[in-house]
C-alpha cells in the first residue's frame, strides 16, 4: 500500500462556515496568498484554493472551501459540505450575533452528514476527483479507511476572528473557549488583518484530519 515518499498524496477539503462577513473570505486570501482585502468584498470568487503543506513527509493538499456569499440567505447547500474532512466555524469577536449563530452552523454542519444521502450513496473517490473513476495516475491516496470515517470524522475548530478588535470586543475569549469545549471543537482568535494564528489554525484542522485518516 505505502509507496514511500514523494508517492503519496492526500487531498483534504475544507470548508469555512459562518455569518456573513465573519471574514472567512479574509481568512483564506491570508492563508493561501498571504492577501488582505479591506473593502468589503462579498467573495474571494472561486469555488476554493488550494494549499500545500507537508506533515510527516507526506505532502498534504488542503482543498478550501469559501462560500459565495449565500450564507447571507442562509442558503448553504449540502453540495458546499459534500466531501468536507475538516471545518472552520468562523465569527467575529466584535459581532455577538454572530457567535450565537455558531450552534446553527454546528447544526447544519453535522445533520448535512449525518443525513446527508451523499455519505452513503457515493464512493469517496467522488470527495477527490471531480469524474466518476479515481484516477490512480493523480497519486491521491484515498484518505479514508471504511465509510464509518466519512460519517463521523469531521475536524472542527471555532475561530473567532478579527481579534485585533480589541477595543469593541463583544464575546470574550472564555465564552468562545468554553463553547469550543462543549460542542468538542478546538478554538482559536485569529486575525486575517494582521495575521495572528491564521496559518495555526488551519495547519491544526489539517494536521488533525490527517491524523484521523493515516
Ligand atoms: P466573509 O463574508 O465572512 O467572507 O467576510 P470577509 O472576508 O468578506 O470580511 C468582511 C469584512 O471584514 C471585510 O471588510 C474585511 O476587510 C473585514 N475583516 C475580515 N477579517 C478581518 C480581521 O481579522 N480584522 C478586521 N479588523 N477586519 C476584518
Ligand atoms: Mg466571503
Not at 487531498?11 to 455569518?19: A, M, N, Q, S
Request: hydrophobic fraction near 40%; charge should be negative.
Amino acid at each position: 500500500m505505502e509507496e514511500g515518499l514523494g508517492g503519496e498524496e492526500y487531498l483534504f477539503k475544507v470548508v469555512l462556515i459562518g455569518d456573513s462577513a465573519v471574514g472567512k473570505s479574509n481568512l483564506l486570501s491570508r492563508f493561501a496568498r498571504n492577501e488582505f482585502d479591506p473593502n468589503n468584498k462579498a467573495t474571494i470568487g472561486v469555488e476554493f484554493l488550494t494549499q500545500e503543506l507537508e506533515i510527516d513527509g507526506k505532502m498534504i493538499k488542503a482543498q478550501i472551501w469559501d462560500t459565495a456569499g449565500q450564507e447571507r440567505f442562509r442558503a448553504v447547500t449540502s453540495a458546499y459540505y459534500r466531501g468536507a474532512v475538516g471545518a472552520l466555524i468562523v465569527y467575529d469577536i466584535s459581532r455577538k450575533t454572530t457567535f450565537e449563530s455558531v450552534k446553527r452552523w454546528l447544526d447544519e454542519l453535522t445533520s448535512t452528514f449525518l443525513h446527508g444521502p451523499f455519505v452513503k450513496h457515493f464512493s469517496v473517490w467522488l470527495n477527490f476527483i471531480p469524474t466518476l473513476e479515481p484516477d490512480p495516475s493523480l497519486g491521491h491516496k484515498c484518505s479514508f479507511g471504511c465509510t464509518a470515517h466519512c460519517e463521523t470524522t469531521v475536524a472542527r475548530m471555532l475561530v473567532g476572528n478579527k481579534c485585533d478588535l480589541e477595543d469593541i470586543r463583544a464575546v470574550s475569549m472564555e465564552d468562545g473557549k468554553s463553547l469550543a469545549e462543549e460542542e468538542g471543537l478546538f478554538f482559536m482568535e485569529t486575525s486575517a488583518l494582521n495575521s495572528t494564528n491564521v496559518q495555526t489554525a488551519f495547519e491544526i484542522v489539517i494536521r488533525e484530519i490527517y491524523n484521523n485518516v493515516s
